[in-house]
C-alpha cells in the first residue's frame, strides 16, 4: 500500500523537491550515530506484525518512526533501510506473495529515486541484503525475538539513539511541508466534527464525520480521538465514543489529528452550544492561548512558558469568579494545578508525543520538569524548526478539586462558579507551531483559515 496522500492536501510535487535534502539530512544524523557508536552500518527495521494473545490475528501494524523519517511506508512491516556512511542508501522492501492479504504495491512515487531499493518476497531473503561483517552494525527499532535482529547484537544502543531522538526535535523543510499538509487536513476534520456536533449528534456520530472529513480510516488517525460532549469534556484522554445522544447538548470538546506521510497533526478545540456565558469564556480561553503562542520563539525555555500559562490561568479564574486571590497564592496553594493539571505542551513529528523533549543534548541528560509539574512534555529550550503545542486547559476535576479540602487552596476556589462550570466539564485550545528564529509559524490557525 502506497502512503497515505490526499490531492487536497498535498503538493507532491514540491515534496519530491524537498524529500532528497530531507534524507541528506537523516543520513548525516545516522552517520554522527555511527560514529558515536563505533560502528559502520545502521540498520533501521520498520518492525513486525505482533500477535494477539491466544488469537490467529495481529494486532494493528505501527511502523517505527526512526524508519519512517528515513521513507513514507507506514505499513510495510518487515521492510529496512541500510545506512552506510557516503553510500546511497538501500531500502529492503518486503513484498510478500501472499492470497490471504493484499500485498504491498510496487514501490512508487516522490520518495524512490533516493534509494537503492531491493525488492523481497520472503522473510528470509531479507539477510541477502544486509552488511556482510553484522559486527560492524547497530540496529535499530523493535526485536520481538533473537530472528528479527538478524544477527545482529547491537540493538539500540544508547550513544546512537540519544543523537537520533534529540535531532528528531527539529524538523526538516519537507517534514514541515508534511505537518502543514497534516494540519489542513484535520482541520478540515474539525470543520465537520463542529457541524455534527451543531446537528446533535452522538460522539459515534461525530467521530464518523470527522474521520470521514479526514479521509483517515480509524486505524490510520495518529491517536485516538477524544470526542466529549458536556461532562465528558473535563476526562482528559476521554477514551469512549458513546453511541447515544445526550438529552442535552451543552458543551463539545474535540482533541483530533491527522497524519499525512506519516507526520502528525495534534488539534484541539472546545466549542459552547448554545449558552452564551460559556461560549464567552471560551473566547477569553481563546485569548489566553494566542497569547502564550505570541511568546514562542527560538532560544525561550519552554518550561518557564508553561508556568507563565499557570499565572495567566490564575488571572483569568479571579476575572471569572472561579478562584479569589492573588496569582502567586492560587499557583502556591496548588488551585491552579487543579483546574489544569497537565502540560502546556509537546514536541511533534511522526510521533505525537515526539522524542527527545527532556534532553540537554545528545549525550541523554535530562531537563526535569519544574517541581509540581510532573506531567510537563517539554523541558527544553526552543529552537528553530522544532513543532510543538500549545494547549492550556480549564476543567472541573472533582478528583483533583477534592484534593485540596483543608488546605488554604479550598477556601480560595467559589464552589458556586464551579458547579456552573461543571456541566460543560472544561476546554481545552492546542495548536500546532512551528518556532521560527523571531516567533512562531501557528499551522494550525493558518490550516483553519483556509479550510
Known sequence: MPP?????????????????GHVREIQARHERALERAGAAHAVIFAGAPKPVFLDDYNYNFKANPHFLSWVPLLTNPWSLVVCTPGEKPVLVYFQEKDYWHTPPADPDGFWTDVFDIRIVHTVEDIARHLPQALNKCIYIGEAQNDAQAFGIERINPKS????????RGTKTEYEVACMRAASRRGARGHRAAEAAFREQASEFEIHLAYCKATEHTE????????????????????????LERPAAYRSFLIDAGARVNGYASDITRTYSFDNADYAALIKRFDALQLSLVAEVSAGMNFAELHLRAHRLLADLLVEVDLARGSADALIESGVTSAFYPH????LLGLQVHDMGGFMADDEGTRIDPP???PFLRLTRTLEENQVLTIEP???????LLADLAGTPGEKMINPKRVDWLRPFGGMRIEDNVRVTASGSENLTRDAFAAA
Open 4 to 20: 497515505m496522500t490526499n490531492t487536497s492536501d498535498i503538493d507532491k510535487a514540491a515534496l519530491g523537491r524537498l524529500f532528497p
Open 160 to 167: 546512537a539513539i540519544n543523537i537520533l531522538h534529540r535531532a
Open 393 to 399: 486547559g480549564l476543567y472541573v476535576i472533582d478528583l
Open 371 to 373: 517541581s509540581g509539574h
Open 219 to 242: 486505524k490510520e488517525l495518529p491517536y485516538g480521538n477524544i470526542i466529549a460532549l458536556n461532562e465528558h469534556s473535563a476526562v482528559l484522554h476521554y477514551q469512549h465514543q458513546s
Open 343 to 346: 502540560g502546556l505542551g509537546h
